[in-house]
């Protein structure tokens, strides 16, 4: 059986029927069966919190991040740099950090802007080194 992760609850509680009912010990019969002791264990505790409900398949969608800038700040920062096309984003953050009473880096403004396709990269400007200084040294430690 492997792991337990993408079985179903009914294969799950069998699973755990199984290591209740069996004379042998718990990590004999799980190697038997070939599942993980720490896969079997979550398993075993949200049965006996929330019987076989508990084993149903939970939802792996996305976690909320503690960090992220949420949806609304982020859409508050669009519109206030369309209000105000003429500040640059360290201006634009710190009239955000004045005006709004919340903290913005200049970094998280540039990237919400970049996003939203408000400002793109700066062009880099290619320098080519020459062959030889414009103004050759012609002594010992000349500057």
Not at 12 to 24: D, F, M, T, W, Y
Not at 41 to 70: H, K, M
């Amino acid at each position: 059986m492997g792991g337990l992760t993408r079985t179903s609850a009914s294969e799950k509680n069998e699973v755990i029927r199984l290591v209740e009912e069996s004379a042998l010990p718990v990590k004999q019969t799980l190697d038997e069966i070939g599942v993980p002791r720490s896969t079997i264990y979550g398993c075993y505790e949200r049965y006996q919190r929330d019987g076989v409900a508990g084993l149903q398949d939970r939802s792996s969608q996305p976690r909320q991040f503690w960090n992220r800038i949420p949806g609304a700040v982020r859409e508050q920062v669009v519109q206030i740099a369309l209000a105000h096309p003429e500040l640059s984003p360290r201006q634009l953050a710190c009239h955000i950090i004045d005006n709004e009473g919340y903290f913005i880096s200049e970094s998280s403004v540039v990237r919400i802007l970049k996003a939203f396709a408000l400002i793109t990269s700066p062009a880099f400007v290619l320098v080519k080194a020459a062959s030889k200084f414009k103004h050759p040294t012609k002594q010992v430690n000349e500057l």
